[in-house]
C-alpha cells in the first residue's frame, strides 16, 4: 500500500471517529435537553381536576373553571359552583344530593383524595434540595431555574417571577409555612416551561392576591384562597377547603 493511500484511510478513520464522537456528544446533550430538575410528582387520578377539596368549594359568582372540580366533604361544607361556571365535570358527595349537572361517583371522588394526600407526601418528601431558603422566602424578581427549591418558613411572591426552562423541565416547591402572591403579580413562564410539570407543596395555608396570575399545581396541606379577579393556568388540590371570587381556573 502506498504511503498515500494509507495517509487517506487515516484521514477516513480519524474523521469517522469525530464523526462519531460528534453524534455521541449530540445524543448526550438531547438526553440532557429532554428534562432538568426532578422527576415530576405523581398525582394518580388527581390530575384529572382542576380543583380538588377534602372539605369544601366556596365561590362569589361569577368563576370559570375550565376542567373537572371534585369536593369530598368531611363536615357537610358546601360547594357553591354553579353548573355554568364549570366546563367539565363535578364530583361532590353531599347530603343533600349532588347538583344536577355533578357526577355522583363517591367511590371515584375517595380515591382522587387519597392521590392528592399521596401526591404532596411524595413532594414533601424530596430530598436533596438544588436551592434552600432562596432569597430568604422571598422570590419576587427572581428568575428560577427547574430543580427542587426548600423552604423552612413561609413563601412570598411580591413581584413578578419567572420560571425559565423547556417543556419537559420540573419545578418542585417545598414550602413549611404559608404561600402569599401579592396582588398583580405573575408568575411566569419562559422558554416553553409547562404548568403541569410545576409543583408548589405548601403546608400552611395558600392566597393568590387580587388580579394576581399564577402557574403550576398547588399541593395544600390546608386552605387555598384564590381573591377576587385572580387566574390560575394549573390545579388547585387543597386537603380542606378552596374559596373563590371571580376567578378563571385552567387546568393544564
Not at 73 to 90: D, M, Q, R
Request: glycine fraction near 12%.
Amino acid at each position: 500500500m502506498s504511503m498515500k493511500s494509507g495517509s487517506v484511510n487515516l484521514t477516513k478513520r480519524v474523521s469517522a471517529f469525530l464523526l462519531g464522537a460528534t453524534a455521541l456528544c449530540l445524543t448526550t446533550a438531547n438526553i440532557v435537553a429532554a428534562q432538568q430538575g426532578p422527576v415530576p410528582v405523581n398525582l394518580g387520578s388527581a390530575r384529572t381536576f382542576a380543583i380538588l377539596s377534602k372539605s369544601g368549594i366556596t365561590d362569589v359568582p361569577a368563576s370559570a373553571i375550565v376542567g373537572n372540580v371534585g369536593t369530598s366533604p368531611i363536615t357537610g361544607a358546601a360547594l357553591l359552583l354553579t353548573c355554568g361556571e364549570v366546563s367539565g365535570k363535578i364530583y361532590t358527595v353531599d347530603a343533600a344530593g349532588p347538583l344536577p349537572c355533578a357526577v355522583p361517583d363517591a367511590t371515584f371522588l375517595g380515591s382522587a383524595v387519597l392521590d392528592m394526600e399521596y401526591a404532596y407526601d411524595d413532594a414533601a418528601g424530596r430530598v436533596g434540595p438544588d436551592f434552600t431558603e432562596l432569597g430568604a422566602g422571598e422570590i419576587g424578581g427572581l428568575t428560577l431555574a427547574p430543580g427542587l427549591y426548600k423552604w423552612g418558613t413561609g413563601l412570598l411572591i411580591s413581584r413578578n417571577v419567572t420560571l425559565s426552562g423547556g417543556p419537559n423541565d420540573v419545578w418542585i416547591f417545598q414550602v413549611a409555612g404559608t404561600l402569599n402572591q401579592a396582588s398583580a403579580t405573575r408568575v411566569i413562564l419562559a422558554g416553553g416551561a409547562l404548568p403541569k410539570n410545576i409543583f408548589w407543596q405548601v403546608a400552611g395555608a395558600v392566597t393568590l392576591g387580587t388580579t394576581a396570575h399564577f402557574n403550576g399545581v398547588v399541593l395544600a396541606k390546608t386552605k387555598i384562597a384564590v381573591n377576587t379577579g385572580a387566574s390560575v393556568n394549573g390545579r388547585l388540590l387543597a386537603q380542606t377547603a378552596v374559596t373563590l371570587q371571580m376567578n378563571a381556573v385552567t387546568a393544564p
